[in-house]
């Protein structure tokens, strides 16, 4: 059964810790791997897709890397602005990209 | 730029009602999709569509029927609301080549 798994549930970081938030996904044939970033009372915000093992895409303090069983989301200096919920998800559906998503991580940065 | 918008932002059904929640997205996207959060659930696919006038179903579609008449929007009807789709509602769309997907601000519906 196709799975996606966050760890930690919650986070919280001083301003400037750094940090990885995880996502570990059993899907039989990977067809894309999203973040997103959730805040209260909005809808997900579109972070980064990775494909393939080996891949890593960055923006800001963030970047995203993928294995053949996880992917890692690294926060850099965070700042309070970071703030969030770090939602990933896997493509089950191919072309029309529907998708399984974890329950997340609460991240909060305190200053 | 709107992006996605959702109608209404909160509601609340008595249960047996019907409703319909509306999804507009002025980007010309052909793919639309209904989503629903619950407490540590994560998002799960409700319905979605791949162009004008069609539908599918998604993870859990049952009590939903959806619409998509005109290409930029999405309904999602519930014909017989239940205490059990007490949820917060997100629509989502995105182009035919590109991945992200762009999501509304949500419709929180409490069912009592």
């Known amino acids: 059964e196709d799975q996606v798994t966050q760890s930690p549930e919650a986070l919280r970081l001083q301003e400037g810790e750094s940090s990885s938030l995880n996502c570990s996904y059993t899907v039989s044939g990977l067809r894309g791997l999203f973040w997103y970033r959730q805040d209260p009372g909005k809808g997900p915000e579109f972070l980064f897709t990775l494909y393939s093992a080996g891949e890593e895409k960055e923006k800001e303090r963030l970047k995203a890397t993928l294995t053949k069983k996880e992917s890692f989301l690294h926060i850099t200096a965070p700042k309070p602005e970071d703030s969030a919920t770090y939602l990933c998800a896997v493509n089950y559906g191919g072309a029309t990209n529907k998708l399984i998503f974890g329950t997340g991580t609460l991240l909060a940065v305190q200053p | 730029n709107a992006g996605v918008t959702q109608t209404p932002k909160f509601r609340v059904l008595k249960t047996g009602q019907s409703m319909t929640l509306l999804c507009a997205q002025d980007m010309n996207h052909e793919y639309m999709y209904w989503y629903r959060q619950d407490p540590g659930m994560g998002l799960r696919l409700i319905h979605y569509?791949?162009?004008?006038?069609?539908?599918a179903k998604g993870e859990v579609p049952d009590g939903y029927n959806v619409s998509r008449l005109k290409k930029q929007n999405f309904l999602l009807g519930l014909e017989s609301a239940a205490p059990s789709q007490t949820s917060v509602y997100f629509c989502?769309?995105?182009?035919?080549?590109?991945?992200?997907?762009?999501f509304g601000q949500g419709t929180r519906l409490t069912v009592v």
């Open positions: 569509s791949v162009g004008e006038g069609t539908t």
């Open positions: 989502a769309s995105r182009d035919r080549t590109n991945t992200e997907a762009f």
